[in-house]
């Protein structure tokens, strides 16, 4: 599909071709400044390529950008949900957005609650909501009008540990429960290595390598671990991927800055 993305004379995403599998968990690698983020930014059709194209859920990012965006879900890094509302009130303003029918739209909400284990926080502001609690809902906001492909841009930056493994079940789950396409960016080489079947690692906005994790590890050594992989593909160290979390500020923060350097 060779997806190019140029800048003046930088090419952020130079003739990318990357094919994923219906139903998978696929990750996306890469320093900061590779691509990643460009990359997803063209498949969701809110930045056009200035060569090549793709589709995406069987439909064409530049010929069909509407049938694209009514079949995707989106999470982008910095916070999507309002603070000031709760959670009731964003998933009710999601369903409105998405163009849900009115008769779907009470039973869609409280089953999204229900699944990202927020029901009893329906009714809580979400900035009194934790990092991890404000995830879940912004995946639940993502998942209301059953997207074929769900787009995670460091699905889980700025969370503790016990957080993150809270969203990777319900990733899994919504894989499993609605054969959802989960396509991901991440610097968390666990998170890699637990939810993906797929990796694809960029490097200056070329596509470095691209299988299974422990394939790719064996590419690289007998013992190599998924670090070892990411320096030997992406020609970098890894960067400070995980940053401690807190509440809704705490998390907006650093996703905010998470944005601005990736």
């Known amino acids: 599909m060779g997806l190019t993305r140029r800048y003046g004379t930088l090419v952020a995403v130079d003739h990318l071709d990357l094919r994923v599998e219906s139903g998978s968990i ?3 690698l890469g320093p900061n400044g590779a691509g990643k983020s460009t990359t ?15 589709m995406v859920a069987g439909y064409d990012i530049i010929r069909s950008p509407a049938s694209v965006r009514r079949h995707i879900g989106y999470v982008p890094q910095s ?22 029918p009115r008769s779907e739209r009470a039973e869609r909400i409280s089953e999204a609650l229900e699944f990202m284990g927020l029901s009893e926080h329906a009714d809580a502001l979400v900035k009194k909501y934790s990092g991890g609690m404000v995830r879940r809902l912004e995946l639940a906001q993502a998942m209301l009008h059953r ?28 894989r499993q429960r609605f054969g959802m396409t989960v396509f991901l ?28 994790p ?9 013992d190599a671990t998924l670090d ?3 320096i030997h593909f992406a020609g970098a160290s890894l960067g400070d991927a995980d940053s401690e979390g807190g509440r809704y500020s705490d998390v907006r923060r650093t996703r905010r800055t998470a944005t601005r350097l990736g």
Request: glycine fraction near 12%.
């Open 147 to 174: 997207p074929a492909v769900l787009f995670l841009d460091e699905p889980t930056i700025g969370l503790d540990p016990i957080a993150r493994h809270a969203v990777w079940e319900r990733l899994r789950e919504l």
């Open 40 to 54: 997803i930014m063209m498949l969701i059709t809110l930045l056009p390529p200035s060569e090549g194209g793709a």
């Open 79 to 100: 916070v999507s949900a309002d603070g000031a509302l709760t959670g009731a009130e964003n998933l009710r303003l999601s369903a409105r957005l998405y163009g849900l």
């Open 214 to 222: 422990e394939a790719l590890k064996k590419q690289v050594g007998a």
């Open 185 to 212: 960016t991440t610097h968390d080489m666990e998170e890699a290595e637990a939810l993906c079947g797929t990796l694809g690692i960029m490097h200056s906005g070329k596509l470095a390598a691209l299988g299974a």
């Open 228 to 230: 070892d992989v990411f």
């Open 26 to 28: 696929f990750g996306l």
